[in-house]
């Protein structure tokens, strides 16, 4: 029997690789694969921050084979190399010389990412589906409940990612008032009225709803899914731009893989120790004051690695639009290697600027 694809989609922010983290942690039995596509891949950022708290919230029964990173209770980690059906398949051959399977594979798309297309892959690509193969059993879309309205407003993505949904996590709810909830569940009623909306914190949800929506164990081998906003319409529907698929009481939105032209990212490095309050102090002022002035940065997201001066353990930065938090990562055994990472995703960047303003919060020897 094939291996169920969850995909779990989302906006920068919303809370897909907690939920990823809560899912790997969770005692649930299953052997779970997780395949990231993030943008802070490149740098390792992502694939640190699915490992930081392992199982048992160390590092050490963690073995790392080539990309693969396995984890002590049976689950197992990779980034996407190559294409994505690649990547899939070589998690399939893996699973097949553990002469083990996994039960089910954890896709988590990157923040901006329209989920059309990776469906469409996982859809149509036949070899994959296979004996022992993969096959599409649900998207699951993340929204951050502080933040989804604007998001709504600005970028077609966001609008697509809720469209796309099987079941949609209104998560953060703990950041907004229970009227609130109930306005934002009507306006993602208006894109998506088919998905199951539950509202959760620090994506906590009951697990039966992330795995095994039923497709695999249902259809069994070589059953196409059957995904809320793919049922209305036959895949070659799917396929064709601007299908009549949207056409089910809900909002019109027109597929499309483009991306706000005006968004990029932009990874910036420096070698040595911080001191935290300088880096405190320039990137409060990147959120929060220059993104008001005319042509300032718009960061809507960023992540980083820092080493600060008297820590024996790397740091962990994230931000989501004016909110940031820095948080202890783990120890760090080689720490000689210091090289801050800052990831950022947003508006108006540059690069020079934003690698000199990390450079100028490393502490200079004397
Ligand atoms: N207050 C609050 N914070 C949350 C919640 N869920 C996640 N966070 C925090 O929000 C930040 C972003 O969470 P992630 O899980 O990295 O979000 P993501 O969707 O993977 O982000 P991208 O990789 O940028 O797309 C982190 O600092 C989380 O700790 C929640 O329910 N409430």
Not at 100 to 111: A, N, R, V
Request: with cysteine; aromatic share 6%; charged share 25%.
């Amino acid at each position: 029997m094939p291996v169920g694809v969850c995909v779990i989609t989302g906006f920068l922010g919303s809370g897909k690789t907690t939920l990823v983290n809560y899912v790997l942690k969770a005692d649930h039995g299953y052997r779970i694969a997780v395949v990231l596509n993030d943008f802070g891949a490149e740098l390792g950022v992502e694939k640190m921050l699915v490992q930081q708290d392992g199982v048992d919230g160390t590092n050490e029964s963690r073995t790392l084979v080539e990309d693969w990173v396995e984890l002590n209770n049976g689950c197992v980690c990779c980034t996407v190399k190559g294409t994505l059906v690649q990547t899939i398949e070589g998690l399939l051959e893996k699973r097949r010389e553990m002469g083990e399977k996994f039960d089910f594979i954890l896709l988590e798309t990157t923040g901006l990412a329209d989920p059309g297309p990776v469906a469409r892959e996982l859809w149509v690509d036949d070899e994959l589906v296979e004996e022992d193969g993969a096959v599409l059993d649900s998207i699951v879309t993340l929204v951050d409940a502080s933040n989804v309205e604007k998001q709504l407003e600005e970028n077609k993505e966001a609008t697509l990612q809720v469209a796309y949904a099987d079941t949609i996590l209104l998560n953060k709810s703990d950041l907004v008032q229970v009227e609130d909830v109930e306005r934002i569940k009507a306006r993602l009623e208006t894109i998506n009225a088919e998905a199951e909306i539950v509202v959760t914190t620090r994506s906590k949800v009951d697990l039966g709803i992330v795995l095994n929506q039923g497709t695999v164990a249902a259809g069994g081998r070589g059953k196409k899914p059957v995904l809320s906003a793919f049922a209305a319409a036959p895949p070659s529907a799917v396929l064709s731009s601007g299908g009549g698929f949207w056409a089910k009481g809900v909002e019109k939105i027109a597929p499309s893989s483009v991306h706000d032209a005006q968004i990029r990212t932009v990874c910036v490095a420096a070698r040595g120790f911080m001191e935290v309050s300088a880096f405190e102090r320039w990137f409060e002022d990147l959120l929060w004051e220059r993104r008001n002035e005319e042509g300032g940065p718009d960061i809507l997201r960023a992540k980083g690695l820092l080493y600060t001066s008297g820590s024996d353990k790397r740091r962990v930065l994230q931000a989501v639009r004016e909110v940031y938090e820095i948080t202890d990562g783990p120890v760090e055994e080689n720490l000689e290697e210091a090289m801050n990472k800052v990831v950022f995703i947003g508006r108006n960047l540059d690069e020079k600027a934003l690698a000199a303003g990390l450079e100028a919060c490393i502490v200079k020897q004397s």
